[in-house]
């Protein structure tokens, strides 16, 4: 592919990408995902989007725009969106928030969950699901018995893509080994291609996931005891963030626990609603 240059709101290479074309690229992520896209993001949007006009025998991004903005596009609006969104993750990242996760564990939950209780998590936007499978590893270590119990973990994402990776269940020996060996050794087999891991069927089935846009409806009734929503609300602006923050503490129990990222803050009228107990781990208030 040549070089790609930006050049007063144009970004040319294989393709042109005018600053139009890249308006409405911008608008549609917004609209469909609340994804803010800078102008400084243009060079990035013009490099993961130039496989899919590639790959759909396009000769200009005003053509891709075209198709994207048609009812025919349905099927290309969800890639653009696939292309568009981060999805780095690790096993366990920001480990203080599985502290934070296993001392609600031994200190209510587990309690709760023997007393018959349903007990409800939930990794709103897990990527490729090393987050939530981190969760069942942190949750079957406190409680061994939670498959007999009413424990669940739901974890959820808007592309269909990293959530087949998720079901699956199987990551190379790297992406594994960030998962402490001990813990390793109880929850993931290695056997896979090239020395990849699968992780357990206990893990799994503590699991079920689904297709969610966080900023679309949700049709979860139940409260959840304890949100993960970690490094995605800063790709939104500050109005979509603050709507989030709001739904996040009104899908929890008052108490429960809200583990976000590291770069984030809940803001607005949402934070009244909480404490913060630690490092970006917060607690809804009682009432
Ligand atoms: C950087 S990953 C974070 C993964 C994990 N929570 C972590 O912290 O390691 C961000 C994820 O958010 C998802 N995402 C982006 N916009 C979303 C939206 N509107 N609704 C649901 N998920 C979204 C992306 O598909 C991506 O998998």
Known sequence: MSAVRAHRGVVAGEYVMTAEDFAFIAGVMRDSTGIHLGSGKA??????????????????????CALVGTPDGADELQAMVAALTTNVTRFFREPHHFEALASEFQTRLAEKARAGQPVRLWSAACSTG??????????????????????RILATDIDPNVLAEARAGTYAAEVASA??????????????????????????????????????????KKK?????????????????QERLWGRLADSLVPGGLL?????????????????????????????
């Open 43 to 64: 060079t990035l949007a013009y490099s993961r989007l130039a496989k899919r006009l590639r790959a759909l025998g396009l000769e200009s991004f005003k053509d891709y």
């Open 130 to 151: 090393q987050e939530p499978y981190s969760m069942a590893m942190t949750v079957l270590d406190a409680l061994p018995e939670a498959l007999d119990l009413d424990v």
């Open 179 to 220: 998962i402490p060996s001990s813990t390793r050794a109880r929850y993931a087999a290695p056997g896979g291609d090239r020395g990849a891991y699968t992780v357990s069927r206990q893990v799994r089935d503590l699991v079920v996931f689904n297709s969610l846009n966080l900023n679309g409806s949700w049709p979860m």
């Open 224 to 240: 959840f005891d304890v949100i993960f929503c970690r490094n995605v609300a800063i790709y939104f602006d500050d109005a979509t």
């Open 259 to 287: 583990c976000i990222g590291h770069s984030e803050r809940v803001s607005g009228p949402a934070e009244a609603r909480f404490h913060l107990g630690g490092l970006t781990t917060y607690r809804r208030s009682a009432t």
